[in-house]
């Protein structure tokens, strides 16, 4: 299983890493909406834990992203 976790907060990425990793569940953690578009697109993926609330670009610009672009991940 590999996880995406996608939170601005290092200190929530870091956390849900080590926990994860502790169950032997591959994790990508990234710290931005925009990286984390990029790994929905270069990863493959089997759960998306996304913060919604983040600077810049947020959790529902991902979301409308990816509705609206379907064929581009």
Do not use: C, H
């Amino acid at each position: 299983m590999k996880v995406l976790v996608i939170d601005d907060n290092k200190e929530t990425t870091d956390m849900l890493s080590t926990y994860f990793e502790t169950q032997d569940i591959e994790v990508v953690a990234v710290n931005d909406g925009r990286q984390g578009l990029e790994a929905i697109r270069n990863e493959s993926l089997d759960l998306i834990l996304l913060d919604l609330a983040m600077p810049n670009f947020s959790g529902l610009d991902i979301i409308d992203y990816l509705d609206k672009e379907p064929d581009r991940i």
